[in-house]
């Protein structure tokens, strides 16, 4: 119960961590600081909401939070690695395999109640 309720805060953190990354570029004299910006608040806001539906039991936000956490690790190797990327990619990994051991805590509830005690 205990790792379930770290990996929670956890993936907070990384969503507080995409909103710095969004923010930071809105002060970038580029033409791609909107792009960037509103890509980092949707990633946010999507990884925040997942978590959130994953803490209150819901299996499917479970397998999506996954699939963004996997399609994010995937970006992030496959673009230009520099320092920041390292930055997301260390934590990022972590949190995938911390949602893989949590997994039967959220796959076996049969309610809300026997996640969040």
């Known amino acids: 119960m205990k790792l379930f309720k770290s990996t929670i805060i ?47 039991g819901r299996k499917w936000a479970y397998w999506l939070l996954v699939i963004l956490l996997a399609l994010n690790i995937i970006l992030t190797i496959t ?6 990327d390292l930055a997301y990619l260390v934590p990022a990994v972590a949190a995938f395999i911390l949602i893989l051991k949590v997994k039967k805590e959220v796959t076996t509830a049969k309610s809300e109640k026997q996640i969040i005690k």
Not at 10 to 27: E, P, T
Not at 28 to 40: K, M, P, V
Not at 79 to 84: E, L, M, R, S
Request: proline fraction near 0%; charged fraction near 10%; glycine fraction near 6%.
């Open 10 to 56: 956890f993936f907070y953190l990384i969503a507080a961590f995409w909103i710095a990354f969004g923010v930071m570029w809105l002060f970038q004299e580029s033409d791609y600081r909107w792009f960037y910006f509103t890509g980092a608040l949707s990633n946010a806001i999507m990884l925040a909401i997942l978590t959130y539906l994953m803490s209150r």
């Open 79 to 84: 673009d230009q690695i520099g320092w920041f």
